[in-house]
């Protein structure tokens, strides 16, 4: 990443000195192209200040993979980390800033990279981006709470299922037959449900597996087409505040607060930051972002209001420093990762209770399916 300073002819006719950060002259003059601007001069490229002071900061990898390691180990207990585990592996084969502020997967761990600035002491800091890295990233750990209810509960419900098939079943049929009854709704489809588990198991094994293939296809159809209707008028409100554009937010936030903290210009910060959150329409609207910001004579923040949340947009605009609230836009990270904590709380005691009373549905059911046909026939010979 190389910046260039130009001077060009703007559409209206007008002169414009700017600059415009990119790999290499050719790609330079093409990002000006795109922005309508007749070139006349552009400079040599030269290394921007931020992205030495990111590589200033790479000379500490190996301190960096030493805790990063250490923070796997505490993650790994459930399934181990594929993130982090690349992020290891890029600092050791020596990855550096050109790579982290261009690469999705590296993008991500820029705030963790620059708290390891030579002047700055940030041990506190590193402890609160571990606990939120692991409340972010481990999201099968999440999961493994959330659906623990979803999936054990149906399972336990389906072994027993089975059990009464082989065992109980069987018995109330026979008498059901000897005594000729006529049987209710409910009691002629468990006793055609047990007599497929019992004479069919293979098949009944399978049809399960089946049901639950499409259950989750459904699930992960669904989940994608939330995140590809972001702007739809009626999809897009259920994926607003979700759990995984709150964790997209809180990570464009974070990595913003640590780029402007490095004086990297507001356009490139804020398209870095779009590509460390993760979340497609963050990263589109970022781009989007960059490019308005880098089409104006001064920049101005409104330009974003459309894209991002308007506390947001407060916070970049120039203080009495002229700067934007790197500390306001670092709690805004902080508020939104508390935002997702509270969701994954109110999830874990909605699931759970639930899921008990839909376990108690379903052996109610079984019960009464096999009772009705025993209280008419009490019925009957008390008659």
């Known amino acids: 990443m190389l910046r260039f300073e130009y001077r060009a002819i703007a559409p209206d006719g007008s002169f414009l000195n700017g600059e415009v950060y990119s790999e290499d002259s050719e790609s330079a003059n093409q990002e000006l192209q795109?922005?309508?601007?007749?070139?006349?001069?552009?400079?040599?490229?030269?290394?921007?200040?931020?992205?030495?002071?990111?590589?200033?900061?790479?000379?500490?990898?190996?301190?960096?993979?030493?805790?990063?390691?250490?923070?796997?180990?505490?993650?790994?207990?459930?399934?181990?980390d594929g993130q982090l585990a690349t992020l290891i592996r890029r600092l050791r084969e020596g990855a550096g800033a050109n790579e982290f502020v261009a690469e999705r997967e590296l993008a991500m761990f820029l705030p963790l990279i620059l708290l390891f600035a030579p002047n700055r002491n940030a041990a506190s800091e590193f402890n609160d981006w571990i606990q939120s890295y692991l409340s972010q990233s481990n999201q099968r750990r999440l999961i493994w709470k959330l659906v623990s209810y979803p999936v054990i509960v149906p399972l336990i419900y389906l072994a027993i299922l089975v059990f009464i098939s082989f065992t109980i079943i069987p018995q109330f049929r026979q008498m059901f037959d000897e005594f000729q009854l006529k049987l209710p709704g409910p009691t002629i489809r468990l006793l055609w449900i047990s007599e497929q588990i019992s004479e069919h198991p293979a098949r009944s094994?399978?049809?399960?597996?089946?049901?639950?293939?499409?259950?989750?296809?459904?699930?992960?159809?669904?989940?994608?087409?939330?995140?590809?209707?972001?702007?739809?008028?009626?999809?897009?409100?259920?994926?607003?505040?979700?759990?995984?554009?709150?964790?997209?937010?809180?990570?464009?936030?974070?990595?913003?607060?640590?780029?402007?903290?490095?004086?990297?210009?507001?356009?490139?910060?804020?398209?870095?930051?779009?590509?460390?959150s993760g979340y497609r329409y963050f990263r589109e609207e970022s781009m989007s972002a960059a490019y308005a910001l880098n089409s104006v004579r001064q920049v101005d923040v409104r330009l974003i209001s459309r894209c991002f949340p308007s506390t947001l947009v407060f916070a970049l605009q120039p203080g009495s420093n002229q700067k934007p609230s790197v500390e306001l836009i670092q709690k805004l990270s902080k508020i939104y990762m508390d935002r997702v904590e509270q969701r994954t709380k109110f999830a874990e005691s909605f699931v759970a209770p639930m899921m008990t009373i839909a376990m108690a549905w379903l052996i109610g059911g079984i019960v009464s399916a096999l009772m009705l046909p025993m209280f008419s026939l009490i019925t009957s010979l008390g008659g």
């Open 205 to 276: 094994f399978l049809g399960c597996v089946m049901f639950a293939g499409v259950a989750v296809g459904v699930v992960t159809v669904f989940r994608i087409l939330l995140d590809h209707s972001q702007d739809a008028p009626f999809l897009g409100h259920f994926s607003r505040s979700s759990k995984k554009q709150l964790v997209g937010m809180s990570r464009l936030t974070g990595t913003l607060a640590e780029l402007l903290r490095i004086e990297t210009p507001l356009p490139e910060a804020i398209r870095i930051a779009g590509l460390a």
């Open 34 to 80: 795109s922005r309508g601007l007749n070139i006349q001069t552009i400079g040599p490229g030269t290394i921007p200040i931020w992205i030495q002071t990111i590589e200033k900061c790479l000379t500490q990898r190996e301190e960096m993979i030493g805790c990063l390691e250490s923070c796997r180990s505490q993650s790994a207990w459930l399934k181990s």
